[in-house]
């Protein structure tokens, strides 16, 4: 797959921005990667769509080919769509004994993945946690989960033959209470398709414990399947997130974007084997890496952007120590701070510039006053830019009145580029750019 969206890049070489021509073709490659992902063929329509409207017009990185960064809008865009609110991992468990509740289909990995997360509770969290196996369709189920408890150290709710499901949540419930427990996992039977009385069964033990999680315990191999799953047992039992199991094989991890694009539900752990530790917080980049199959490519452009970046600032300081300083030089520096967090990141990197710093934090200098500026700078011609000295008074009071600002605005900004420039020069003189080549390391 990687080689042949290869293929389709390096035929889209042209620099510049991104034309509407690039972005299609990168994308319709794009598709079927989602595609052959698992994605569900709605959502990645969707997708495609939105990632279409924001590409089309950004400027391309030097050196890379607008196919490339297409994909890097497009993993960038994956991301945020993975990524749900709040931490990953986190489950809500305070107020002990906080209940669990653990559902999904027969074979998903309920089981397996409820002694993961007690083991994990217990030595990561130090918490103290009970697990009750809820599955009386299986003669097997019960001692399955009893066995995993004893091999991880977590205790189990005895066996009592005959039970049904609600009896054994409450006797879990009692149990957890008295015995001075933090959680209380319910692991629920499971069955091969979504009937009705399975789910009528999830429910009322859902309304016995009152989950302070319920966790939908999906194979992450199943891909489209996954979201009809998800869509049902959350509008019927309600979900509060998602383990998706068996992220160890070869799937392509599609059902994870399907399925938080669709139910919007969290994917806070995947499961990544059989043994009790093999489970992980989710981690958006990793899927998004994973479904694309193309991390060279993103870490490619992200190379090629830091370059670029670099790039310019050594010309810039190149021309600074000359003494050269215009409103070009002024411009690009004012971008700059607002994108390195403002007057004070920038400064505190530059030896000598503290006190000036100070002069401008002390004249009530913030980032609102940064993006003026650059108006400002905006509304000038280029031979304006590149001579400043030009600025008479009629010049100025058409630049203010183009920026919508006062033409005292502009005098304070032409002001701050005379003395940036004479320091400029200053520290051009002292040390032959030693100085700024300093602070550039
Ligand atoms: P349940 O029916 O939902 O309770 O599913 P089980 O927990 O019994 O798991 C079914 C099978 O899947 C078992 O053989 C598990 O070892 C296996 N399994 C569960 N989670 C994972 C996983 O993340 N990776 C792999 N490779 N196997 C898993
Ligand atoms: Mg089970």
């Known amino acids: 797959l990687s080689e042949r969206l290869g293929g389709?890049?390096?035929?889209?070489?042209?620099?510049?921005?991104?034309?509407?021509?690039?972005?299609?073709?990168?994308?319709?490659?794009?598709?079927?990667a989602l595609l052959e992902a698992d994605v569900s063929l709605p959502v990645a329509r969707d997708f495609v769509k939105a990632v279409q409207e924001k590409a089309t017009g950004q400027a391309v990185t030097k050196s890379i080919t607008p196919g490339q960064q297409v994909v890097k809008i497009v993993h960038d865009a994956l991301i945020d769509v993975l990524k749900g609110e709040g931490e990953p991992g986190a489950l809500k468990i305070d107020n002990p004994p906080a209940p669990i509740l653990m559902v999904g289909l027969q074979g998903s990995g309920?089981?397996?993945t409820t002694a993961k997360l007690a083991k994990r509770l217990t030595d990561r969290d130090g918490k103290r946690v009970l697990m009750a196996s809820l599955d009386v369709n299986r003669p097997a189920a019960m001692e399955q989960l009893a066995i995993l408890g004893m091999q991880i150290g977590v205790d189990t709710l005895p066996i009592v033959k005959g039970e049904d499901p609600v009896a054994i949540a409450k006797r879990a419930k009692t149990q957890a209470g008295l015995g001075g427990y933090d959680v209380y996992m319910l692991d629920t039977a499971g069955r091969l398709h979504i009937d009705e009385e399975l789910i009528a069964q999830a429910a009322a033990v859902r309304d016995v414990a009152n989950p302070r999680e319920t966790l939908l315990v999906v194979d992450g191999l199943t891909g489209q399947d996954a979201v009809n799953v998800a869509t049902e047992f959350d509008d019927k039992i309600g979900v509060s997130g998602v383990v998706l199991t068996r992220m160890d094989g070869d799937g392509r991890g599609g059902a994870a974007l399907s399925m938080r694009a669709v139910t919007g539900k969290p994917i806070k752990f995947v499961g990544l084997g059989e043994k009790m530790d093999a489970i992980e917080t989710f981690e958006p980049e990793r899927i998004a890496g994973r479904i694309l199959g193309m991390g060279d490519i993103v870490a490619l452009v992200e190379k090629a952007q830091e370059t670029l970046e670099i790039e310019q600032t050594e010309r810039m300081m190149k021309r600074m120590t000359k003494g050269q300083f215009n409103m070009n030089d002024l411009k690009m520096q004012l971008e700059q701070m607002l994108k390195m967090g403002g007057m004070e990141g920038m400064m505190g990197m530059m030896p000598g510039m503290g006190k000036m710093a100070k002069q401008v934090e002390a004249a009530g200098f913030d980032d609102s006053i940064l993006k003026r500026q650059i108006a400002l700078i905006q509304s000038m011609t280029k031979k304006e830019r590149a001579n400043p000295a030009l600025l008479q008074a009629s010049r100025k009071k058409r630049i203010a009145a183009g920026a919508g600002l006062e033409v005292s605005e502009l005098n304070k900004l032409l002001k701050m580029q005379r003395q940036m420039g004479d320091m400029m020069k200053k520290m051009g003189r002292m040390g032959k750019g030693g100085m700024l080549k300093q602070a550039m390391k």
Do not use: C, I, P
Request: charged share 35%.
């Open 8 to 32: 389709v890049f390096d035929r889209l070489t042209k620099q510049g921005a991104l034309s509407e021509e690039d972005v299609a073709t990168a994308l319709r490659e794009v598709r079927v």
């Open 110 to 112: 309920k089981t397996t």
